[in-house]
């Protein structure tokens, strides 16, 4: 399985903007699909944001229009772009590659450490 390292998290004001980036161990890019999730405190991990290679970016309603996945192949790094942060972004997120079985996107079991990203109203 691959090793993934997110970094990129901080501490920002509502309405501020932050940049998390993703690499691995491996190849990125060996796989279908790379997304986004993050996970509140006592709250279940939720998936953000998705780009694949067969799809346009897919995003949860909860962050449509405010946040942007991309990636840089020469870099082997993925990228969560977060604009207009609200409070109830706060979260650790993580980056997982992604497989599709049917119509469904699976992460790896593997996940990395995650970022920490904190929203003060």
């Known amino acids: 399985q691959v090793r993934l390292v997110e970094s990129g998290g901080g501490l920002v004001q509502a309405g501020g903007s932050l940049r998390l980036s993703c690499t691995a161990s491996g190849s990125l890019f060996n796989w279908p699909g790379i997304g986004w999730y993050r996970q509140a405190p006592s709250e279940q991990r939720e998936w953000v944001a998705r780009i694949t290679t067969t799809d346009i970016p897919n995003y949860a309603d909860t962050v449509k229009g405010r946040f942007t996945i991309s990636s840089d192949n020469a870099k082997n790094t993925v990228y969560l772009e977060m604009n207009s942060l609200k409070p109830e972004d706060t979260a650790v997120y993580y980056c997982?590659?992604?497989?599709?079985?049917?119509?469904?996107?699976?992460?790896?079991?593997?996940w990395g450490q995650g970022t920490q990203v904190s929203v003060s109203s």
């Open positions: 997982n590659v992604l497989a599709r079985v049917g119509g469904t996107w699976y992460p790896q079991e593997r």
